[in-house]
């Protein structure tokens, strides 16, 4: 299938039928399940960030938002509790070895449940079910850290899915995520990515959810969030780069 042209979304609803852009980054990252799609990193990067700029990505797998942040120029630390690579630093996103206010931008993709295996370390977040509230105690301490470290005037984003598993009670993980990000942040908007996870391409698995009255996850949230410096005054500066700007504004015309 022919790969989606790099352009800014527009729109709510995004859909990327390949998982990443190039075949640097395919290569990359195929050996990495649930690795971010680097079209999502992109566009966010091209919209809440500009050249030179710090992004953070406190659990980053395979580093997808460490590649597209330094192909665009912008700077960029990862941390994760089992790095997959050297430019990836050991630490809990609950407790990141960085300074207050020094990102730019902050980009989470935390665990969905314990759908994937993870590293089985006792401290990981994705040994924890989504049923239960230790899940989301742990994930609030992430989103504190996240407020800890990103600058005043700057964006964040979450990206992530609910939790259906049959004979169990459905999660959802996302309005609970979304609740405490507001506890720490202003809301921006609300992006739904469709999801092409493999499972959705076999019959068997529709045939299923057909025959026991349930649905697939058919989509992730995006959670875009602001933090502001003064909760009383509603102003959301613009980060971009006047030249990406017309750059992608001549894509329409």
Known sequence: MAKPELTIETTTLWDYPSQHYSKRLEKLHRDFEGATPAYIIWNLLERYTRPKDLVVDPMCGSGTTLDVAR??????????????RKDIFRADARKLPLEDGKADFVFIDPPYSTHIKYSGLPECIGELSAREGEYFAAMRDVIREADRVLRFG????????????????????GFSLFSIL??????????AVK?????????????????????????HYLFVMYKLKDKNKFVIADRRSQDEVRRHIQLYN
């Open 154 to 173: 700057r964006f964040m984003a979450l990206y992530v899915s609910d939790s259906f598993e049959k004979g169990k009670p459905f999660a959802p993980i």
């Open 71 to 84: 192909e665009l120029g912008r700077r960029a630390l990862g941390y994760d509790l089992a790095p997959t």
């Open 195 to 219: 999801r092409h996870n493999v499972k959705l391409k076999k019959k068997h698995w529709h045939r299923a959810a057909i025959e026991h009255n349930y649905f697939l996850r058919g989509f």
């Open 182 to 191: 507001q506890e720490f942040f202003t809301p921006v908007d609300i992006i």
